[in-house]
């Protein structure tokens, strides 16, 4: 598979060099009505049900650093919604099986747990923004249990060939060898993967949510109906001091058109939510690239609204 080629590269690339927490698995919460198998970990609500949650980690990322860097379970839990904790990761886009075969299990998901399926939101930090689009879309063009009332994404790489493109001029600034390898690292990848763009970036528009250069969204185009929310923290500064990065390097920017465009679609099922110093990591760290810059209690309100 294309994506299996890409795990080194962008394991520090699309989470930013995600610090794990040192949380141990003994210190975590142990949740009564949960039930985990290898394909997710599903936590229900005590109470009345009104809704779940499916949420699909970072590029490195597990369940278990979701529920370290994320502190949504709970507050979840208290307004009766079940969340679901995805255990694929390490994909920037889906092959035509992969997302048949995540559907299949999403589906199989709804059939072996009393959940509610009439409010399914699905939603992933970073790389796994991209995969919560991507099924979202899937799931709505084809005849499945599910069909979600709404997707977001936490500060996603949504154009892949804006990233390979940033890759190339990270490579030029030559700011750290780190960054410089990760980069050589990520051209070369994109070339094997999906071609070399002055070759043509058929692939990339084939699998990418979203190409600025030609304005395409051909794999967001059966969202109509869906409620969508983009978050990023648009911290220039932050970015210009630890990777020389402009406006035109961050994620925030691809975003902010990619909301552009997909509200002429939509209108105002769509939502491009730009935050200011939220974002830390669980270990107090700051970095704009991070789950904590969503505010969960009006997330939460969101999915609950009617």
Not at 72 to 92: C, E, Y
Not at 133 to 149: C, D, G, R, V
Not at 151 to 162: A, R, T
Request: proline share 4%; with cysteine; charged share 20%.
């Amino acid at each position: 598979m294309r994506c299996l080629l890409l795990c080194f590269s962008f394991s520090l690339l699309c989470s930013c060099n995600f610090l794990a927490s040192t949380s141990s698995d003994s210190t975590q919460k142990k949740y009564p009505n949960s039930v985990e198998t290898d394909n997710y970990e599903l936590i229900s609500p005590t109470i009345k049900q009104e809704g779940v949650l499916i949420l699909f980690p970072g590029y490195p990322e597990t369940p278990k650093q979701i529920k370290t860097e994320f502190d949504v379970i709970q507050p979840a839990l208290n307004n009766g919604i079940a969340i679901v904790l995805m255990k694929f990761n390490q994909r920037l886009w889906l092959e035509t099986s992969e997302k048949f075969r995540l559907a299949s299990t999403i589906n199989q998901l709804f059939n072996d747990h009393p959940l509610e399926s009439d409010k399914v939101y699905i939603g992933g930090f970073s790389s796994g923004g991209n995969i919560s689009l991507l099924l979202a879309n899937h799931l709505a063009q084809t005849e499945n249990i599910i069909q979600p009332k709404g997707v977001f994404i936490i500060d996603s790489p949504v154009d892949l060939l804006g990233l390979y493109e940033i890759s190339k001029r990270n490579i030029q600034r030559n700011f750290s060898a780190t960054s410089v390898q990760e980069s050589k690292n990520t051209v070369n990848r994109f070339n094997t993967s999906l071609g070399n763009p002055a070759e043509g970036i058929e692939n990339y528009e084939s699998y990418a949510p979203y190409i600025h250069k030609t304005n395409n969204i051909q794999n967001l185009a059966q969202l109509k109906n869906v409620k969508i929310r983009l978050y990023t923290e648009p911290d220039i500064q932050w970015w210009q001091e630890n990777r020389q990065n402009e406006w035109e390097d961050m994620n925030a920017f691809f975003i902010k058109n990619l909301s552009n465009t997909l509200t002429k679609m939509y209108g105002d099922n769509v939502e491009y939510i730009a935050t200011e110093n939220r974002g830390y990591r669980a270990n107090g760290q700051r970095h704009p690239h991070s789950w904590s810059i969503v505010d969960i209690d009006k997330l939460l309100e969101w999915m609950l609204i009617n």
